[in-house]
């Protein structure tokens, strides 16, 4: 398995970046597709996720609004759109495929599958 997450760079405040994350190796369209970002000194947070089964996307506090996540199964790809970036939102960008019960799908134990993940930064 896979996932190669691409689409970071430099930002302006303000803008916007959309990242994709391209998997290989699984039934992509029987996984959850969630994006978490790390900041230097802080825990992986949970950003972004799109269910196998389709539905409403869930959204981290802290980007609902701004962010929106997407999926192509015919593509095999999944996608987060970042919209009014901020300079909090400077991190790197993991992409992951699990598939975990729905209370669970914020959390990192419940994703086996990893991408190497993309940096995004956020100036001021």
């Known amino acids: 398995v896979q996932l190669q997450a691409s689409g970071g760079g430099l930002v302006q405040a303000g803008g916007s970046l959309r990242l994709s994350c391209a998997a290989s190796?699984?039934?992509?369209?029987?996984?959850?597709m969630t994006w978490f970002r790390q900041s230097p000194g802080k825990e992986r947070e949970f950003v972004a996720s799109?269910?196998?089964?389709?539905?409403?996307?869930l959204y981290g506090d802290s980007v609902q609004g701004r962010f929106a996540t997407s999926r192509d199964n015919a593509k095999n790809t999944a996608y987060l759109q970042m919209n009014s970036l901020k300079a909090e939102d400077t991190a790197v960008y993991y992409c992951?495929?699990?598939?975990?019960?729905?209370?669970?799908?914020?959390?990192?134990?419940?994703?086996?599958?990893w991408g190497q993940g993309t940096l995004v930064t956020v100036s001021s």
């Open positions: 992951a495929a699990g598939r975990p019960i729905l209370s669970f799908t914020r959390h990192t134990d419940a994703y086996t599958h």
């Open positions: 190796g699984l039934i992509f369209r029987s996984y959850t």
């Open positions: 799109f269910r196998s089964a389709g539905g409403t996307p």
